[in-house]
């Protein structure tokens, strides 16, 4: 993918019309079937791979009627680029020379990615010559399809291409395939090489560590989030789209937040993008929603109704507004966005019930254990953030915060024999809802504050270490991450969306919120259970995977429903790995400290082209655990 493109096909290549298969461009099917033949035959695939995020290599061979012995003379290389460009290139490794028909079957429906995913592809339309190829029309839509050599044979109402090659001994011949979309009256866009992608963001960013699988995941991931990068329309402000294939046309606001405030050690661009694109979202009329980012609904497992991603959003906002300011946006910036985060909290204030908490969704919803400690966290750093600022409101939110870890300490904790646990959900008239699950990590995710120090957390110490022990524990620990539900608990299903499969993001939240809690153990092992899985995955993690419990010789088992690659589970490898430097920034008062672990959980660890106040920054951990910053940006006081 390379958003708003993208290209889906099994691993042999071949396009054949059948379930997603097919060229996407801003959510539409381009091109659904191209099926090609040589000598009247199918390559035999050999193998499919990515080369990176955006480009695939497809290797084929195949047999001709005089070849003698076993060995195949003619290969087929297929090199597929996400923006609608495919190579085809034929090889003749005989010691004569063959002529070879080559024939490639080309249709499209132009149906939706929506109702393609969901299995009502439209009907398919004939297509038309044009040019050097074919162009298949729909109102308000074409799609042109251009060949260069151009075919010497096209039979539109199959839509085929045909040609004779001639290979001499060694020889190679290529045709390229260009698939495009026309808008009947508007101009041409831009062929995508005079385009160009979100290109170099993150490129000098490497890691290096005892572990092999370190460099390899912060590498893809940072592969797929280049890719999954789109620009605001009408503003052309970049943020991430959510995943694909499912979730790649508008942007979620609280995924891209998420995934703004989990790559801020990489820099502050994205996070600026984002947070200008969805100030502009933010509701500004007058009523109960001003101030509020509009969100989706979201499914929250089995014993809740559907959550706010708009409540979410709305949460982060000042939070990802305030950390982006201590890893160094500028203050012009950071001046700009201030409205906005001020009416998220005012929109908080607002909101809050008269038992002091936040209902989600708003106003009738649940009291939700996570979306108390976002409030909380909003509270605290939103009150750093317009004290710096010189904003009235800082002493009344901290004080409010306070209050609300007294409340929460004593409502969101059930006593039991084995120390206790959080409760998932408060209801308005009172019930508790104890089910266990991974978005008690939150519970843990402080935020950073001025000095590099973290917020105070919503639970107290004693609570906090036996939250440590339960999310280190096998009824949420499967090995591979976190479940969403407890193993044990009522409802348990280990591919539960938000019932029991491994959600990356939860998992990375609590390798961070462990770790900068001092629980480095429990920290290093939800790590390390991420790391095997994504080596399972090719290093490119889904955003969740099944929660079965880990054993010997056994694999993660993917998640049919999952997107992969997904913008939140690519910054959570970020977040996850860069958690174990501990990189405190705080760019406003000219300083950086740095606090790994002492245990070093991961082994030695080396980070390159991070950056911090905008200037490249390079972190080395040793076996030991000790930091030493290897370069940083002039001026910066540093403590190791």
């Known amino acids: 993918m390379a958003l708003p493109a993208l290209a889906v096909s099994a691993e042999h290549g071949q396009l054949t019309g059948q379930g997603l298969d097919g060229f996407y461009r801003d959510g539409r099917r381009l091109l659904a079937r191209c099926r090609v033949r040589v000598a009247e035959a199918e390559p035999v695939p050999v193998q499919g791979r990515l080369l990176d995020a955006a480009r695939a290599r497809f290797m084929g061979t195949v047999r001709i009627p005089t070849e003698e012995g076993p060995d195949p003379v003619v290969t087929v290389e297929r090199l597929r680029d996400a923006e609608g460009v495919e190579r085809i290139t034929v090889h003749n490794a005989a010691v004569r020379e063959l002529r070879l028909p080559v024939e490639v079957a080309l249709g499209t429906d132009l149906a939706e990615l929506g109702a393609v995913a969901a299995g009502r592809p439209g009907p398919e339309i004939p297509a038309a010559v044009h040019g050097s190829g074919l162009r298949w029309p729909a109102p308000g839509l074409h799609a042109v399809l251009t060949a260069d050599p151009p075919a010497e044979d096209v039979l539109a109402s199959a839509g085929l291409l045909c040609w004779e090659i001639r290979l001499p001994p060694g020889g190679s011949r290529t045709i390229e395939l260009r698939v495009r979309p026309e808008a009947p009256g508007r101009p041409r866009p831009p062929e995508p090489a005079a385009r160009g992608r979100s290109g170099t963001l993150w490129d000098e960013v490497r890691a290096e560590g005892d572990d092999p699988g370190v460099a390899a995941l912060l590498a893809t991931g940072l592969d797929d989030l280049r890719s999954l990068l789109v620009r605001d329309t009408g503003n052309q402000e970049l943020l991430a789209a959510a995943g694909v294939p499912w979730r790649c046309g508008r942007p979620a606001p609280a995924e891209a937040l998420w995934t703004a405030r989990m790559t801020l050690p990489l820099g502050v661009r994205l996070a600026g993008g984002t947070l200008r694109a969805l100030a502009r979202a933010q509701v500004s009329g007058p009523g109960p929603d001003h101030g509020r980012i509009p969100g989706a609904l979201r499914r929250s497992g089995p014993h809740l109704p559907p959550g706010c991603t708009g409540v979410e959003a709305t949460l982060l906002f000042p939070v990802v507004l305030a950390e982006a300011r ?37 106003p009738g919803g649940p009291y939700r254990c996570e979306v108390q400690a976002h409030a909380h966290r909003a509270a605290l750093l939103g009150a750093d953030l317009l004290a710096a600022c010189g904003r009235p409101g800082a002493e009344e939110w901290r004080e409010w915060a306070a209050a609300l870890r007294h409340r929460f300490r004593a409502d969101f904790w059930a ?50 270490e036996q939250l440590a022990r339960l999310l280190g524990g096998p009824a949420l620990d499967c090995g591979w991450g976190l479940r969403s539900l407890g193993a044990k608990e009522p409802g348990y299903n280990p591919f539960g969306h938000r019932g029991g499969a491994v959600r990356v993001h939860e998992t990375a939240v609590a390798v961070a919120g462990l770790a900068a809690a001092g629980y480095e153990a429990e920290a290093g092992a939800l790590a390390r259970g991420m790391l095997d899985a994504a080596k399972a995955f090719g290093h490119r993690l889904p955003e969740m995977y099944a929660g079965e419990q880990r054993s010997t010789g056994s694999l993660p088992l993917p998640h049919p429903a999952a997107c992969r690659p997904a913008a939140v589970a690519a910054a959570g490898a970020v977040q996850a790995l860069v958690a174990f430097a501990g990189v405190r920034p705080d760019v406003p008062a000219r300083s950086v400290t740095v606090r790994p672990p002492r245990s070093a959980p991961l082994g030695a660890l080396r980070f390159t082209g991070l950056r911090v106040a905008e200037q490249p920054f390079s972190v080395r951990v040793s076996r030991l655990g000790l930091g030493m910053v290897e370069e940083a940006a002039d001026g910066l006081q540093l403590g190791v």
Do not use: M
């Not at 998932?424 to 089910?435: C, E, K, S, V, Y």
């Not at 978005?439 to 995710?445: F, G, I, N, V, W």
């Open 326 to 362: 201590r890893w160094g946006l500028p203050e012009q910036e950071t001046q700009a966005l201030l409205p906005a985060a001020e009416r998220c909290l005012g929109w908080l204030r607002a909101a809050v019930g008269r038992r002091g908490y936040l209902a989600d969704p708003f």
């Open 415 to 464: 006593e039991d024999r084995s120390g206790g646990r959080p409760l998932a959900a408060l209801t308005p008239d009172g019930r508790r809802i104890p089910h266990l699950g991974s978005t008690a990590a939150h519970l843990l995710d402080t935020g950073l504050l001025g000095a590099g120090a973290h917020a105070p957390g919503l639970l107290d110490k004693v609570q906090t």
